[in-house]
């Protein structure tokens, strides 16, 4: 681990805070969810009519009600059909992404040079509509706009990313974006301190 000169001792103190915070959170939230799957399961088990080997059931455990066993075993081809309502088609990420850049009146020579990507990967990102970009890129690109918690996790989700509330690496660039820690210098030296990958 190195320890970088840039970087403030109260700054890693307060980011150490909270990625510690957020971890012993998650880990609580997690055991308990855990113990409630294993609860129902075992509800649901006990619950459970158990067959036998000759088809019936099992020494003490509940018949079914004469209406159960006189229910039909599939439903009838006369209901009605359920319509399915098939959702529009949200805007890719690139879409998101341009819009978020004219709104802002930025240009893209500025975004790239921020956001430290190759200005032909850039230019291949604005000319594919359907482009899909690693998640380093997509939060690289985050940066470069200043973009705010939600903003920022609202674009990444346009991409099929998100946040983890679990990751070092994403808590470390979820507190960066929370105090408007942008410059990609920075973040990495801050992703390196805790041995995350760097973007």
């Known amino acids: 681990m190195r320890h970088f000169k840039k970087l403030k001792k109260s700054f890693l103190d307060d980011l150490s805070t909270y990625i510690n915070t957020y971890t012993i959170l998650h880990g609580s939230e997690h055991n308990a ?4 799957a294993f609860s129902a399961i075992e509800e ?4 459970t009519r158990v067959f036998n080997a000759a088809g ?8 079914p009600t004469a209406a159960r066993e006189s229910a039909p075993m599939y439903a009838s081809q006369k209901s009605k059909a359920i319509p399915i309502v098939i959702p529009e088609k949200q805007p890719t990420f ?8 004219d709104s802002m009146g930025v240009k893209d020579s500025t975004v790239y040079k921020r956001a430290d990507i190759d200005r032909r990967l850039f230019s291949k990102i604005r000319a594919d509509v359907d ?3 690693s998640k380093s890129t997509a939060v690289k ?20 990313y998100c946040l983890s509330m679990s990751d070092t690496a994403d808590l470390v660039v979820r507190y960066c974006i ?5 410059n990609l210098i920075e ?5 390196d301190y805790f041995d995350a990958e760097i973007l």
Request: hydrophobic share 40%; aromatic share 8%; with cysteine.
């Open 131 to 133: 482009y899909h970009p």
């Open 178 to 182: 929370e105090h408007k820690v942008f």
């Open 33 to 36: 969810v855990v113990e409630d």
């Open 141 to 160: 690109l985050c940066l470069a706009l200043s973009l705010d918690i939600a903003q920022a996790e609202r674009l990444l989700e346009t991409a099929g």
């Open 44 to 47: 649901h088990y006990e619950e």
């Open 94 to 101: 690139q879409q998101n992404l341009f819009r978020i850049i």
């Open 187 to 191: 973040v990495n030296e801050a992703l």
């Open 56 to 63: 019936g059931f099992a020494e003490g455990t509940p018949k």
